[in-house]
């Protein structure tokens, strides 16, 4: 048997299918699939079964599984005692939220192509919850989302803590910009969608306080949302380093309330059957690069 032919094993059993599987070692299907027949052949029992609408392992593949990873991870282990620096090579497709997309991605996507010049970053940007499930299913190496996941299929580690803070247009009357229970009732709250890690803390916030809110308008896009804001269409919550430039720029103006919004924790995850070297690796990197106090002037 080769290392290859245990990658694709390893892949495939543990990614939603064979062509998930096949996108993470770059290869076509059918060449998976030989790989995945070659290593059957060699070990005289079927790795998956085949019969039903997709391809389930069987009693042989199960043992595989763990003794699969360990001589992967021993691989992995030989090529980074060996190699430079500059080992990891290849694509490592990874999720990002649009926080972070307008504040430290670029650096990030800066910093490793001068780390690992052989590895190339696809960063893909959406809500947590949509994030999640793609890491879920192995689309993904890794993803940077609001607090951790409660998989049980993933694992991660708190890399960074964001304070978000209410504000309105210059223009609205609200007294000495206060925001209270009784002026939710008569605004918009703009936000983003339900499974963005911003917004489960908006429902508690008003579930905790007992608040209600006028009228609910859901925006895919943060800058979209300062500009509705802005225009004066409703109120919003902002991380504090995106309402800091839009107050210097009378765009926006803070709204104090006696109950604060609470903060939200950001997380790097990853997959708990994913050991591979390079997981650490860009943990450590992004764990050094990730700052949400700094914004993309080309956003805001």
């Given at each position: 048997?080769?290392?290859k ?157 964001v ?23 008569k605004?918009t ?25 006028g ?60 050991h ?8 450590q ?16």
């Amino acid at each position: 048997m080769t290392l290859k032919q245990l990658e694709a094993f390893y892949w495939a059993a543990v990614s939603t299918n064979f062509s998930i599987a096949a996108e993470r070692l770059h290869v076509s299907q059918s060449s998976l699939s030989k790989r995945i027949l070659e290593l059957e052949s060699q070990l005289g029992r079927p790795l998956f079964d085949r019969s039903g609408h997709r391809a389930s392992m069987t009693e042989a593949g199960e043992m595989l599984l763990p003794l699969a990873r360990n001589l992967l991870e021993s691989a992995d282990a030989v090529r980074g005692l060996m190699a430079d620096s500059d080992t990891l090579s290849g694509l490592c497709r990874f999720g990002v939220g649009e926080l972070g997309a307008t504040t430290w991605l670029p650096k990030l996507v800066t910093r490793t192509r001068t780390v690992y010049p052989r590895l190339v970053l696809e960063p893909h940007v959406d809500v947590g919850e949509a994030l999640e499930e793609r890491l879920d299913r192995g689309e993904l190496d890794f993803a940077v989302v609001a607090r951790l996941s409660t998989r049980n299929s993933l694992t991660g580690q708190i890399i960074a803590d964001v304070r978000y803070t209410w504000a309105g247009p210059p223009d609205l009357m609200l007294g000495n910009t206060r925001l209270t229970g009784d002026a939710l009732r008569k605004l918009t709250v703009i936000s983003m969608p339900a499974g963005a890690g911003s917004t489960r803390i908006l429902d508690k916030w008003l579930a905790v306080n007992n608040f209600e809110v006028g009228r609910r308008l859901v925006c895919n896009n943060l800058g979209a949302i300062a500009g509705l804001v802005t225009a004066g269409v409703g109120i919003s919550f902002f991380p504090d380093v995106w309402l800091r430039t839009l107050v210097d720029r009378n765009a926006l103006v803070e709204l104090k309330s006696d109950t604060p919004f609470p903060g939200l924790q950001y997380a790097f995850q990853w997959r708990r059957d994913d050991h591979r070297p390079r997981i650490r690796k860009l943990l450590q990197l992004v764990d050094e690069e990730v700052d949400f106090t700094t914004p993309n002037p080309l956003w805001v």
